[in-house]
C-alpha cells in the first residue's frame, strides 16, 4: 500500500488542484478553458486552420479521401455483411471491401463493426452512423485534425445511402481489441484490485490524449472507461469516440447534458453552459477512483443523486492533463527499469510528437522528459 500513498492527493487534484508542491510544480500551468483567442474558422477545423497547426509544427494526418459505400451482400445493421467503398472513375478508381464480422458497440449514435478489408486482411473497425444533412459531422472534422499515439486513428471514411434516402457515414478506425471497462469488470468479477502499474499507466495515457486534443480547443465531453481501447499485449490506450467533442469557443452556449452521469463534472450537472475542457479531467479522475475502487466513485441515480456524492467542487482549481501528468503518482512510469508484471517494457510513454509540449512552463515540459524516478 505504500505505493499509493499519492493517490489520495492526485485524486483530489483531479476534482481542485492541489498545492504546486504536491505535483512538484509551479501551478502556474494555464488552466483548459474554452478556445479563446484561436484562428477565424478553428469551430469548423477548416483546411486553413490544419495549414496554420502544420505551420506550428502538429501533427496533421494525410488528407482522408471519401469514398461512397454501398452494402452488396447482407443486412447493414448487422454483422455478416460485405461494404464496397469506392472513389473516382476510370483509371483513378479505388475500391475497398469490407467484411463486417460482428457488432463490436451500439447506441443512439449508431453501431460499430469488427471488420476485416478483403484486399489488405487488416483488421478494423467501422463506426457507422446516421448524417444528419442539415450539419456537418463534428466528429468527422474532429478525427481529421488529431493524429496521437493515445488516440484511435482514422483509417479511411466514406459514406452510404439507403432506399430511404437516409445517408450513413462510416469511419473506418484501427482496432483495438479491449477497452478499460471490461479490463476492470474482469477484475472485479474475480473479487480482485487491478494491479496499481495499470492504473498509472491507464491514466497517464488518458491525460496525455486530453493534453494533445485540449491544446486545440477540443473537449472530449464523454471520458468514461468505454470509450477508453486497451491493447492488452502492450497496454497502450487510445481514446475513441468523438461523437460529443467539440471546440468549445470562449462566449458560445454549449449544452450541459453532456458526459455519462457517473464520470460528470458538478458544473455540468448545475447546468452550466460555458464550461471548459476542465470536465475532462473531472472525469479522469472518477475513472482512476474507478480502477482503484473496482466500481465507480459517484453512482448517483439521478443529478441531485449525484451531487449527494460528489464533495468537492472547483473547476477552476481542477488539474490540467499535463500538470496531472507531472503528479509522484506517475513517478513509477518515468524509472526506465519500470516494467509490465509479465516483465515486457511498458507501451511508449516518453515519444513525445513534435510540438506535443509547446506553450508549457519550461519546468512541466522537463518534468514530462524527464526519464528518472
Known amino acids: 500500500m505504500e505505493k499509493l500513498r499519492p493517490v489520495a492527493a492526485l485524486g483530489a487534484a483531479f476534482g481542485s488542484k492541489a498545492s504546486g508542491e504536491q505535483a512538484g510544480m509551479s501551478s502556474s500551468v494555464p488552466q483548459a478553458a474554452p478556445a479563446e483567442g484561436l484562428p477565424p474558422g478553428m469551430q469548423e477545423l477548416t483546411l486553413e486552420q490544419r495549414e496554420q497547426q502544420r505551420q506550428r509544427h502538429q501533427p496533421i494526418p494525410p488528407e482522408q479521401q471519401i469514398f461512397e459505400g ?11 455483411h460485405v461494404i464496397t467503398a469506392v472513389s473516382g472513375s476510370g483509371a483513378g478508381k479505388q475500391s475497398f471491401n469490407f467484411a463486417t464480422d460482428r457488432v463490436v458497440g451500439n447506441g443512439s449514435f449508431g453501431v460499430v463493426f469488427q471488420a476485416t478489408c478483403l ?40 459514406y452510404s445511402q439507403t432506399e430511404k434516402d437516409e445517408t450513413f457515414l462510416h469511419l473506418v478506425l484501427e482496432y483495438v481489441p479491449d477497452t478499460v471497462y471490461r479490463i476492470s469488470k474482469s477484475y472485479s468479477k474475480n473479487n480482485q484490485r487491478m494491479p496499481p502499474i495499470f492504473v498509472k499507466l491507464y491514466t497517464y495515457q488518458i491525460c496525455r490524449a486530453l493534453g494533445h486534443i485540449h491544446r486545440y480547443g477540443i473537449c472530449h465531453r464523454d471520458i468514461k472507461p468505454q470509450n477508453l481501447l486497451v ?11 468523438f461523437g460529443s467533442a467539440k471546440v468549445l469557443v470562449k462566449g458560445e452556449p454549449n449544452i450541459s447534458y453532456i458526459c455519462s452521469r457517473y464520470y460528470r463534472a458538478p458544473e455540468l450537472i448545475f447546468g452550466a453552459t460555458d464550461y471548459s475542457s476542465a470536465i475532462d479531467v473531472w472525469s479522469v479522475g472518477c475513472v482512476m477512483a474507478e480502477l482503484l475502487l473496482g466500481s465507480p466513485i459517484f453512482p448517483g441515480e439521478s443529478g441531485v443523486d ?37 516483465g515486457k517494457a511498458l507501451p511508449p510513454l516518453f515519444d513525445w510528437l513534435p510540438g506535443e509540449l509547446d506553450g508549457l512552463p519550461a519546468e512541466m515540459a522537463a518534468r514530462l522528459q524527464q526519464r528518472s524516478a
Open 119 to 158: 484486399e489488405t486482411a487488416e483488421t478494423v473497425a467501422i463506426k457507422k452512423v446516421l448524417q444528419d444533412k442539415r450539419f456537418k459531422n463534428r466528429e468527422l472534422q474532429i478525427m481529421k485534425v488529431v493524429d496521437h499515439p493515445n488516440i484511435v486513428k482514422l483509417k479511411q471514411c466514406f
Open 231 to 241: 491493447n492488452t499485449e502492450t497496454h497502450q490506450l487510445k481514446l475513441c469516440d
Open 70 to 80: 454501398r452494402v452488396v451482400e447482407g443486412e447493414g445493421r448487422s454483422g455478416g
Open 306 to 342: 449525484q451531487l449527494v456524492e460528489i464533495i468537492k467542487y472547483a473547476p477552476d482549481r481542477r488539474f490540467a492533463a499535463h500538470e496531472a501528468m507531472c503528479h509522484p503518482f506517475f513517478d513509477e512510469l518515468r524509472d526506465p527499469a519500470a516494467r509490465l508484471p509479465n
